[in-house]
């Protein structure tokens, strides 16, 4: 039998479950082993979107260099591909690698023995380094629509990494330095079966979300459904059912607080735009790579989150030569209260603060 839910109990579970109710987490590793991934975009509009994630959780006591601390110094957190996981969910991920390569990808690799070999002796002898450093002549090039075209020990190297045999071993600048993966990884690392691992992999996620689609509409990133899982539940006023996490559906019981928050738009909270749209009414698109005169709402607007309500988008760059986050504008999802303005005028003060800017218009 489904369980039923408001849409406001539907949002507030998924509010609690990405940790961005009133109660901050303590730690970074904790933000990430509960979110289980943060997505690396290059995008520095305002700052990186694993920082300003990260940000949006724990607020002014981090500090960027924590992460770099964590990733390289600390290695609790490793950068596998375009996420960054907890180095003790790694293995999980690695035992099911090869679910994200197309039938294509895994062809290419079994045609190249002796370019794979070669990257690998080489980063044994040399690592780590970067990808410019390694032999790039494969006997079959990797053939693309032109993103990968010329850069074959890249895409090399990220199906390894992808397969737990290469990792990155820090970065200089934005650029990933590449090595064994033995030397990255801890000896006694956890790889499950792939069954058990495809298990951990989506319990952990659909607790990370709270509330799920069984099969999301879209969910990039992300390719696998979540089946039966969890709770079932229905949603009024939405279409279809749902899943929920165990853990966060006997948390209704407990009083919601909320806050205010400032998104990236890679952030998990908002990143499946259809499940954002059905239980926030929350409509969003990423228009960086819209013409100027084609965007609503900004470059790289951030969508703004009060309470349980997802209620606008800030369109806003940080000026660093100036010493300014300019606020182009912001953008109201309908009529604002005065409490609301105020919060979130409050949270973009915080965000240029962090950024050690003032706010400028």
């Known amino acids: 039998m489904s369980i039923r839910l408001s849409r406001e109990d539907a949002r507030r579970i998924a509010v ?51 992460l770099v601390f964590a990733l390289e110094t600390e290695r609790s957190l490793v950068e596998h591909v375009t996420f960054i996981r907890t180095m003790d969910d790694i293995g999980i991920h690695l035992s099911v690698a090869d679910e994200w390569l197309h039938p294509s990808t895994l062809s290419w690799v079994a045609a190249n023995p002796r370019f ?53 071993a820090g970065r200089q600048g934005r650029t990933r330095l590449w090595d064994l993966a033995e030397r990255i990884y801890p000896e006694d690392l956890y ?21 799920a689609r069984a099969k999301p509409l879209r969910s990039p990133g992300e390719p696998s459904p ?49 499940r954002a749209l059905d239980l926030f009414d929350f409509e969003y698109v990423l228009e960086m790579y819209k013409p100027a005169a084609q965007r609503r709402w900004g470059y790289f607007a951030l969508p703004i989150l009060v309470g349980d309500r997802l209620v ?14 300019r606020v182009f504008a912001v953008h109201q999802d309908g009529p604002w209260t005065p409490e609301v303005g105020n919060a979130v005028e409050a949270e973009i003060e915080a965000l240029a603060a962090w ?5 400028g218009r």
């Open 16 to 66: 609690r479950a990405q940790l961005l109710d009133a109660e901050r987490p303590l730690s970074l590793v904790e933000v990430v082993d509960q979110l289980t991934l943060v997505q690396i975009d290059p995008t520095t509009a305002i700052v990186r979107s694993p920082d300003l994630v990260l940000w949006s959780r724990l607020g002014p006591a981090y500090e960027p260099s924590d």
């Open 191 to 211: 790889r499950p079966e792939p069954e058990e691992a495809r298990r951990l992999r989506d319990e952990r996620r659909l607790a990370s979300l709270g509330i």
């Open 312 to 325: 606008g988008k800030l369109d806003a760059k940080a000026d660093r030569k100036a010493g300014l986050l």
């Open 116 to 168: 794979r070999q070669r990257l690998l002796d080489q980063l044994r002898s040399d690592g780590p380094v970067p990808a410019t450093a390694l032999p790039n002549d494969p006997e079959l090039p990797y053939a693309s629509t032109g993103w990968n075209d010329d850069k074959n020990a890249g895409r090399m190297l990220d199906v390894l990494c992808l397969r737990g045999e290469v990792a990155v």
């Open 355 to 359: 950024l050690g800017l003032a706010v």
């Open 226 to 274: 979540l089946g039966d899982l969890g709770l079932e539940a229905v949603v009024d006023g939405v279409a279809g059912t749902w899943r929920i996490d165990p853990d966060a559906y006997a948390a209704l019981e407990d009083p919601f607080d909320g806050r205010c928050a400032l998104l990236s738009p890679f952030d998990r909270l908002v990143y499946d735009r259809d």
